[in-house]
């Protein structure tokens, strides 16, 4: 399987997306978590996907996912308490 991104067809710089309604703990993804790939440029670009502050850019979620910091809320809202 040849991966690029679903938006541009760019080979590089690639990003899984979390699927919206997964409660990925931020250890371990499975394939079956991913909702698509897309390129960092189309990440950044989207009004719906974004990357985690605390997590970094290898993997993307849906911006519900994201709590007002950026953060990504299935792996740090355990952190902060
Ligand atoms: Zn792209
Ligand atoms: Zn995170």
Do not use: W
Not at 8 to 26: A, R, Y
Not at 47 to 60: D, I, S, V
């Amino acid at each position: 399987m040849i991966e690029k991104c679903n938006y541009c067809g760019e080979l590089e710089e690639l990003v899984p997306i979390i699927k919206e309604n997964d409660k990925f703990d931020g250890l371990k993804l499975h394939t079956g978590q991913i909702d698509k790939t897309m390129c960092k440029r189309c990440v950044d670009n989207s009004f719906k996907y974004g990357f985690c502050r605390g997590c970094g850019e290898k993997l993307a979620y849906h911006l519900s996912q994201l709590n007002s910091a950026g953060e990504c809320l299935q792996k740090h809202a355990k952190e902060s308490l």
